[in-house]
């Protein structure tokens, strides 16, 4: 059966202080994994798609790589507005989304 | 409009009622997806349209729920006799294609059944 689990479930970090968060996946071949940003009362916001061990997307304060295994969302020196829900997606071919339960990010000032 | 729509926003309800959410996807999207999404979890897939059919509905939860989507457009979720358990907020998504495309959301329709 196809899982997402992402870790940590919360991560609290200062302004300006780097850190990853984690998305491994089980699918039976791999078509894309997708990263999203929710901010509360809101709908997933999306980020970046990722279809290839290796592939690395950039976008301001964020970077995605991925493995065979697992995907990084790595950010660097993060402001208070970065804070939000992320989650991440797999996608298996001819199959649906399937998302992990997310990562809440406080960034404090 | 420039994203995906959701009508209402809110809805509470009470237990044994009947609702319906609608969605209006991006326009020139031909794929549409419904999720539900529990609070501290993230979506979870319901049903996916390709045109007006519905090309998968394997997630429906049970024969209380159903979605149309007539014109290849706009969709509706149907929800008969509503339970307590089906309180959660309901996400649209919209797609330029099929699966595995980009799905782009709508802010949902959180649902309350008292």
């Known amino acids: 059966e196809d899982q997402v689990t992402q870790s940590p479930e919360a991560l609290r970090l200062q302004e300006g202080e780097s850190s990853s968060l984690n998305c491994s996946y089980t699918?039976?071949?791999?078509?894309?994994l997708f990263w999203y940003r929710q901010d509360p009362g809101k709908g997933p916001e999306f980020l970046f798609t990722l279809y290839s061990a290796g592939e690395e997307k950039e976008k301001e304060r964020l970077k995605a790589t991925l493995t065979k295994k697992e995907s990084f969302l790595h950010i660097t020196a993060p402001k208070p507005e970065d804070s939000a829900t992320y989650l991440c997606a797999a996608n298996n071919y001819g199959q649906n989304f399937v998302f992990g339960p997310g990562t809440r990010l406080s960034v404090l000032p | 409009g420039a994203g995906v729509s959701q009508t209402p926003s809110n809805k509470v309800t009470e237990k044994g009622k009947y609702v319906e959410l609608r969605c209006d996807p991006i326009?020139?999207?031909?794929?549409l997806y419904w999720y539900r999404q529990s609070l501290g979890q993230g979506p979870e897939f319901l049903i996916y349209?390709?045109?007006?059919?519905?090309?998968?509905d394997s997630g429906l939860p049970n024969d209380r729920f159903f979605a149309v989507r007539p014109e290849g457009s706009v969709s509706t979720l149907k929800i008969q006799r509503t339970e307590r358990g089906d309180s959660a907020v309901y996400l649209c998504a919209s797609s330029l294609g099929g699966l595995g495309e980009t799905q782009y959301f709508g802010p949902g329709t959180r649902l309350l059944v008292l």
């Open positions: 349209f390709q045109g007006t059919g519905a090309a998968d």
């Open positions: 326009s020139g999207h031909t794929a």
């Open positions: 699918v039976s071949g791999l078509r894309g």
